[in-house]
């Protein structure tokens, strides 16, 4: 039996691929969630402790004139008061539960809802944790604020219902931050005094009202982002969503990180082979620290099972960018998706060049020697392809970030061990069908160099392979918007001949990139100071690019701005 064929100690070590594979081969093996999530979290009905919400309503009332002007003493005195009332609250029942309570002397409630300008309303929310709880990654750089109030993460929970109502509502729910503040009314005579909880949303306000003054509110951009995308069922979809895809398809989609507002720009995340959005949290979290860059960018990602072959996926990005504007901006009038930005990984980055590029016939000819209708096939078969192959430019997408992307392959996609570890890979249905079909019966339709690869190379592998003939077609079809590109030289300082150890520069590299970053940092590059702080850079570019000013928080806290007041799109709403 022929052995392997060694990589070269320039592309990447064994230790290096074996580490890449056997999860790979363990999740081939594996199963995995078919539907929604459960809960993360789970709570038990008991009685509200209205003692211990008494005392922590006393302890703010005595501290928070104080806190207001800054006095160090009633400051902390203030916040444990805030944490020990929203720990008590929570033990009671998840936040859509919460009732107005009234106590000797008080009577506790909760700010209207505002739509989150500047304010949630509790009953939204399936779930509420503070941030401080939320163990975030050490490599993760922190986005906290110093202020005022107590740092949440607030969830709604994923539903049916909910996903036929608003387009781009993550599969695992959505979680997004809240500062708590306790304020107080002046004493009437005969009644309580009135204490009311608001939960402030600091994307849209990091100032807030107490005791008559404006003080700076806590926040924390990086703990919701932690528990929106360490959930196993956006993890998972790597590993099962490589081997097979099919099962995994519908799970595909565009999600956001926020509910959607018309004047923000859309930023897609799109991650590469075998990965998943949690790769860019970093970034997303800087860019939600950033109090520019956050009020002029909603972050959204695509998740998508990553078996499928490059030109299958990048159609459904397509379809999942023309749904978006479809659903979001029907009269064409919305001020931020116009200035839509695609940042894409690895095999993710070759998803985002086919948004910016037309295909000609030149995709098709990468494949077929005939016409779409020489084809034996079923109609929906020969649609898939059409769509595949031939597609235009995404015109509200005006530019692209490729990270660590293989533009002409990567040889790793032929090394025998990867060609080995493809007898677990599981063909979606239609793909092996339509393969074997043309195969069968239309031979001499095919492109000759596509009889090297499995079923028309319908793995996503073997399309990344630098001998897959639709790389020359990539290659061939222009670039329409301003592009970036960011590469890896895992610290060798050797470009021109340097590699991220998976893919060379020789491949990352693109002609006309309005910039080109190498960064000391191996393919996973995602993560890097250096690739985040170039992400922030260029959103700025694109920002002042766009003559677009980043949208403004309201100018006075607790108020919504007279341009906000008509009645958002319904993804702002969150209603059920």
Same mark, same amino acid.
């Given at each position: 039996?022929?052995?392997?064929?060694?990589?070269?100690?320039?592309?990447?070590?064994?230790?290096?691929?074996?580490?890449?594979?056997?999860?790979?081969?363990?999740?081939?093996?594996?199963?995995?969630?078919?539907?929604?999530?459960?809960?993360?979290?789970?709570?038990?009905?008991?009685?509200?402790?209205?003692?211990?919400?008494?005392?922590?309503?006393?302890?703010?009332?005595?501290?928070?004139?104080?806190?207001?002007?800054?006095?160090?003493?009633?400051?902390?005195?203030?916040?444990?008061?805030?944490?020990?009332?929203?720990?008590?609250?929570?033990?009671?029942?998840?936040?859509?539960?919460?009732?107005?309570?009234?106590?000797?002397?008080? !009577?506790?409630?909760?700010? +209207?809802? =505002?739509?989150?300008?500047?304010? &949630?309303? @509790?009953?939204?929310?399936? $779930? /509420?944790? %503070?941030?401080?709880?939320?163990?975030?990654?050490?490599?993760?750089?922190?986005?906290?604020?110093?202020?005022?109030?107590?740092?949440?993460?607030?969830?709604?929970?994923?539903?049916?219902?909910?996903?036929?109502?608003?387009?781009?509502?993550?599969?695992?729910?959505?979680?997004?931050?809240?500062?708590?503040?306790?304020?107080?009314?002046?004493?009437?005579?005969?009644?309580?005094?009135?204490?009311?909880?608001?939960?402030?949303?600091?994307?849209?306000? !990091?100032?807030?009202?107490? +005791?008559? =003054?404006?003080?700076?509110?806590? &926040?924390? @951009?990086?703990?919701?982002? $932690? /528990?929106? %995308?360490?959930?196993?069922?956006?993890?998972?979809?790597?590993?099962?969503?490589?081997?097979?895809?099919?099962?995994?398809?519908?799970?595909?989609?565009?999600?956001?990180?926020?509910?959607?507002?018309?004047?923000?720009?859309?930023?897609?995340?799109?991650?590469?082979?075998?990965?998943?959005?949690?790769?860019?949290?970093?970034?997303?979290?800087?860019?939600?620290?950033?109090?520019?860059?956050?009020?002029?960018?909603?972050?959204?990602?695509?998740?998508?099972?990553?078996?499928?072959?490059?030109?299958?996926?990048?159609?459904?990005?397509?379809?999942?960018?023309?749904?978006?504007?479809?659903? %979001?901006?029907?009269?064409?009038?919305?001020?931020?998706?116009?200035?839509?930005?695609?940042?894409?990984?690895?095999?993710?980055?070759?998803?985002?060049?086919?948004?910016?590029?037309?295909?000609?016939?030149?995709?098709?000819?990468?494949?077929?020697?005939?016409?779409?209708?020489?084809?034996?096939?079923?109609?929906?078969?020969?649609?898939?392809?059409?769509?595949?192959?031939?597609?235009?430019?995404?015109?509200?997408?005006?530019?692209?970030?490729?990270?660590?992307?293989?533009?002409?392959?990567?040889?790793?996609?032929?090394?025998?061990?990867?060609?080995?570890?493809?007898?677990?890979?599981? %063909?979606?249905?239609?793909?092996?069908?339509?393969?074997?079909?043309?195969?069968?019966?239309?031979?001499?339709?095919?492109?000759?160099?596509?009889?090297?690869?499995?079923?028309?190379?319908?793995?996503?592998?073997?399309?990344?392979?630098?001998?897959?003939?639709?790389?020359?077609?990539?290659?061939?079809?222009?670039?329409?918007?301003?592009?970036?590109?960011?590469?890896?030289?895992?610290?060798?300082?050797?470009?021109?001949?340097?590699?991220?150890?998976?893919?060379?520069?020789?491949?990352?590299?693109?002609?006309?990139?309005?910039?080109?970053?190498?960064?000391?940092?191996?393919?996973?590059?995602?993560?890097?100071?250096?690739?985040?702080?170039?992400?922030?850079?260029?959103?700025?570019?694109?920002?002042?690019?766009?003559?677009?000013?980043?949208?403004?928080?309201?100018?006075?806290?607790?108020?919504?701005?007279?341009?906000?007041?008509?009645?958002?799109?319904?993804?702002?709403?969150?209603?059920?």
């Amino acid at each position: 039996m022929r052995a392997p064929p060694v990589p070269p100690k320039s592309s990447v070590g064994w230790l290096h691929l074996l580490a890449w594979l056997m999860p790979l081969l363990l999740a081939a093996c594996a199963t995995g969630p078919t539907g929604p999530p459960t809960p993360r979290k789970t709570y038990v009905d008991k009685p509200l402790d209205r003692g211990r919400v008494e005392r922590a309503l006393v302890a703010a009332d005595r501290s928070a004139a104080g806190a207001a002007r800054g006095l160090p003493e009633p400051t902390r005195a203030y916040q444990r008061a805030v944490e020990d009332l929203v720990r008590a609250l929570d033990d009671s029942g998840p936040p859509r539960k919460w009732k107005p309570v009234d106590l000797p002397g008080y !009577r506790l409630d909760y700010a +209207a809802d =505002r739509r989150g300008l500047p304010d &949630w309303g @509790a009953w939204r929310w399936d $779930e /509420l944790d %503070l941030a401080e709880d939320i163990r975030v990654p050490a490599k993760v750089p922190k986005a906290r604020g110093p202020g005022l109030g107590v740092p949440l993460a607030l969830t709604v929970n994923y539903s049916e219902k909910l996903a036929e109502k608003y387009f781009a509502l993550p599969q695992n729910g959505i979680s997004l931050p809240a500062t708590a503040l306790l304020e107080f009314t002046p004493v009437k005579r005969g009644q309580p005094r009135r204490a009311t909880l608001r939960l402030v949303n600091p994307r849209e306000s !990091r100032r807030g009202q107490l +005791a008559g =003054r404006t003080v700076p509110l806590a &926040w924390d @951009a990086v703990a919701p982002v $932690e /528990l929106q %995308l360490r959930d196993k069922f956006v993890q998972q979809l790597a590993f099962l969503g490589f081997f097979d895809p099919g099962r995994y398809a519908r799970r595909t989609g565009i999600f956001a990180l926020e509910p959607y507002r018309p004047n923000k720009i859309p930023v897609v995340f799109v991650h590469g082979l075998n990965s998943d959005p949690h790769i860019w949290q970093s970034a997303a979290a800087a860019v939600l620290a950033d109090d520019e860059l956050q009020r002029a960018y909603q972050l959204w990602y695509f998740i998508y099972p990553t078996g499928l072959p490059v030109p299958g996926s990048a159609a459904r990005l397509r379809a999942q960018l023309r749904e978006a504007q479809r659903r %979001l901006n029907p009269t064409g009038r919305d001020p931020g998706m116009p200035h839509t930005i695609l940042i894409g990984h690895s095999m993710g980055g070759l998803l985002t060049r086919m948004q910016v590029t037309d295909s000609s016939d030149l995709y098709w000819k990468a494949y077929f020697r005939g016409k779409p209708e020489d084809l034996l096939l079923t109609d929906s078969q020969r649609q898939s392809l059409k769509d595949a192959l031939f597609f235009e430019d995404v015109p509200w997408v005006k530019r692209a970030v490729f990270a660590a992307t293989p533009h002409r392959g990567s040889k790793l996609a032929d090394f025998g061990i990867v060609r080995f570890v493809l007898f677990f890979f599981r %063909l979606p249905l239609n793909i092996a069908e339509a393969s074997t079909r043309i195969f069968t019966l239309q031979p001499e339709l095919v492109n000759p160099e596509l009889w090297q690869f499995k079923s028309l190379g319908g793995q996503s592998v073997q399309t990344l392979s630098p001998r897959h003939p639709y790389f020359r077609a990539m290659e061939a079809r222009p670039i329409r918007v301003p592009f970036h590109s960011i590469i890896g030289d895992r610290g060798r300082g050797d470009t021109p001949n340097s590699s991220d150890g998976v893919v060379p520069y020789s491949s990352s590299h693109v002609p006309g990139a309005r910039s080109e970053l190498i960064v000391p940092a191996p393919h996973t590059l995602t993560e890097h100071p250096q690739t985040v702080a170039e992400i922030l850079r260029i959103l700025r570019e694109h920002l002042r690019a766009s003559g677009r000013p980043a949208a403004r928080a309201p100018a006075t806290p607790g108020k919504v701005p007279r341009s906000s007041r008509a009645r958002p799109p319904a993804e702002v709403t969150l209603r059920r």
